[in-house]
């Protein structure tokens, strides 16, 4: 059975850094799958910010985060962890990590199959 946890969230001050954790069962990173990372802000439409292929660790991210995330995986963990740096308070949101076997448009969340239950990130100003 799969399964995504997500961990790390928080509050933090504008300017400051969280680092948050997708733990990954049910599934070996040596096969081809898509992990994402999504955000849901209070009355907005869920967003991708972030994608990592399994097999080969090729990173991609939305125009709004890149320069800002930094996702890495840890496969001898199964673990997928997004560095977030420079928050401000546009930060806040849910973050989601989901998984999708045939990703052609990561940004899409009705590519992923699986998904966490989310954590929470509250950037204070």
């Known amino acids: 059975e799969v399964q995504l946890v997500e961990s790390g969230g928080g509050l933090v001050q504008a300017g400051g850094s969280l680092r948050l954790s997708c733990a990954a069962s049910?599934?070996?990173?040596?096969?081809?799958?898509?992990i994402g990372w999504f955000r849901q802000a209070p009355g907005k439409a869920r967003e991708g910010v972030s994608c990592?292929?399994?097999?080969?660790?090729?990173?991609s991210y939305s125009d709004s985060v890149k320069g800002q995330f930094t996702l890495s995986m840890d496969s001898t963990k199964n673990t997928v962890d997004l560095q977030m740096n420079s928050l401000t308070p546009e930060d806040t949101a849910v973050y989601y990590c989901?998984?999708?076997?045939?990703?052609?448009?990561?940004?899409?969340?009705?590519?992923?199959?699986?998904w966490g239950q989310g954590t929470r990130v509250t950037v204070s100003s």
């Open positions: 989901a998984l999708g076997r045939v990703v052609r448009s990561p940004e899409r969340s009705l590519e992923y199959d699986y």
């Open positions: 049910g599934f070996t990173f040596d096969e081809s799958w898509v």
């Open positions: 990592i292929t399994t097999y080969d660790g090729s990173t």
